[in-house]
């Protein structure tokens, strides 16, 4: 009698890793990030025009925006100069979360 080992069969296809993605290193870039200074910048510089609401893809709140504003002759452009500030202020992962996931169209 051997007292050998019996060799185990090898498995031809192990299970695979989870699929969750890795977390983001420091200095990685944030997916929709890149419209943050574009629609800050044209919020307090356009805004009366909605152009901040058409980088974002808000159409329907852009087109709201440049009618109110030519009805009021661009005293609803205020509301464009706010909301560029708000969208410089805030963190990328913020602005993201907010305005590109979350859809949120004013303010």
């Known amino acids: ?9 090898v498995d031809p296809n192990p299970p695979s890793a989870p699929t969750n993605p890795p ?20 919020g307090i510089l356009l805004g009366w025009t909605g152009a ?7 159409t ?3 087109i709201i925006q440049l009618v109110v504003s030519l009805v009021t002759c661009g005293f609803f452009g205020i509301v464009g100069v706010i ?4 969208y410089l202020t805030k963190s990328d992962q913020e602005f993201v979360a907010t305005y590109i996931t979350g859809r ?3 303010f």
């Open 1 to 9: 009698m051997s007292t050998e080992p019996v060799p185990t069969p």
């Open 23 to 42: 977390p983001s290193a420091p200095g990685t870039p944030i997916p929709g990030a890149e419209k943050k200074l574009l629609a800050g910048l044209l």
């Open 52 to 58: 901040h609401k058409f980088v974002l893809g808000y």
């Open 60 to 62: 329907k709140e852009g």
């Open 83 to 86: 909301e560029g500030i708000i």
């Open 104 to 106: 949120k169209g004013w």
